[in-house]
């Protein structure tokens, strides 16, 4: 497909399991952006990649979190001894860079919702 | 810091009734705006932007006014259909500092009845 996908959809852990979440941009998006959704909240950031490189990983929530984008397209969002408060939506979203920038239009994948019990 | 402040949902309304929903914000530097849309099971849209004060985003009959007067930038339909049934997010997006990371409002359920 020409959108973002991401994978799994739905993803239940029990606490203290690792998690990979996989991000797939639109073919030639430099710029992508990882967020958590929490529900009944607006996105809120964690980590942003242009290319491979991880520019800014400021909102990661705490060490457990972690990215890569190894080859510059496909990102995986792993989380390490997870906890019921990482129960959420986790969105990608990619676009294209211009002038070193992130293009303001940005396209999000349809996310995926990690339950932990 | 940057933050956006939406009201609360859900908006309840009929078919071809008029839309408001609020959006102020706080911004350092000097921001873009934005709604996006959230269908059910999608992930959220880019419905509008506006990049300056005064500018008027449209789509799909949707329209926001960037009004740096009152730091609003409140959506607007005519006439709602039941197709529009959604939530709705404002956000921005500032340039100060070079920081390119968009700050998201919570989200405004609409629902709209036959």
């Known amino acids: 497909g020409a959108g973002v996908s991401q994978s799994p959809r739905y993803k239940v852990a029990k606490r203290g399991q690792d998690v990979a979440l996989r991000c797939d941009p639109i073919s030639g998006h430099v710029s992508l952006f990882w967020y958590q959704q929490a529900l009944g909240q607006g996105p809120e950031f964690l980590t942003y990649f242009q290319n491979e490189a991880q520019l800014d990983k400021s909102g990661l929530p705490s060490d457990r979190f972690f990215a890569e984008r190894p080859e510059g397209s496909v990102s995986t969002l792993k989380i390490q001894r997870t906890q019921q408060e990482d129960s959420a939506v986790y969105l990608c979203?990619?676009?294209?860079?211009?002038?070193?920038?992130?293009?303001?239009?940005?396209?999000f994948g349809p996310g995926t919702r990690l339950t932990v019990l | 810091g940057n933050s956006v402040t939406q009201m609360e949902g859900p908006v309840t309304l009929s078919e071809e009734a008029f839309l408001t929903i609020n959006c102020t914000y706080t911004?350092?530097?000097?921001?873009?705006l934005f709604w996006y849309v959230q269908y059910p099971g999608e992930g959220l849209q880019l419905l509008l932007k506006?990049?300056?004060a005064d500018d008027k985003g449209s789509n799909k009959g949707f329209e926001a006014t960037y009004r740096k007067e009152t730091t609003s930038f409140h959506l607007e339909k005519g006439s709602v259909q039941v197709s529009d049934s959604a939530v709705y997010f404002c956000a921005l997006r500032a340039w100060g500092g070079g920081s390119y990371i968009p700050t998201f409002g919570r989200g405004t359920s609409l629902i709209v009845h036959p």
């Open positions: 979203a990619s676009s294209l860079v211009l002038g070193g920038a992130p293009v303001i239009e940005q396209f």
């Open positions: 506006a990049t300056k």
């Open positions: 911004a350092t530097g000097y921001p873009s």
